[in-house]
Nanobody, 126 residues
């Protein structure tokens, strides 16, 4: 098990910024690819951003490219999602997830992620 706990969500006005954190406890997650996904009401969960275990490869959904940045601190078992220039359509529950040994070509594959956090709500007002 790799328990994941997200934090940092909240209410922000359009154009604002938020920084999400995802802390992993238990087994070290340094060999895991880490991803952020989101789910808006009435919609399917979708990929947002991810990076490989080394952080050397990152991948972003087109909808967030240039606005969001994923980073990780393996020493602290934590992954971050810096979200800038937020839009109302970014409103969703954001989840972090861990996948063992995922390659860069698989980072957006939601089914390959094994462990999931409980999610944190992000609401962007217009």
């Amino acid at each position: 098990q790799v328990p994941l706990v997200e934090s940092g969500g909240g209410l922000v006005q359009a154009g604002g910024s938020l920084r999400l954190s995802c802390a992993a406890s238990g087994r070290t997650f340094s060999t895991y690819a880490m991803g952020w996904f989101r789910q808006a009401p009435g919609k399917e969960r979708e990929f947002v951003a991810a990076n490989t275990w080394s952080g050397g490869s990152t991948y972003y959904a087109d909808s967030v490219k240039g606005r969001f940045t994923i980073s990780r601190d393996n020493a602290k078992n934590t992954v971050f999602l810096q979200m800038n220039s937020l839009k109302p359509e970014d409103t969703a529950v954001y989840y972090c997830a861990a996948g063992d040994g995922l390659r860069s070509s698989s980072l957006a594959s939601i089914k390959l992620y094994t462990y999931w956090g409980q999610g944190t709500q992000v609401t962007v007002s217009s």
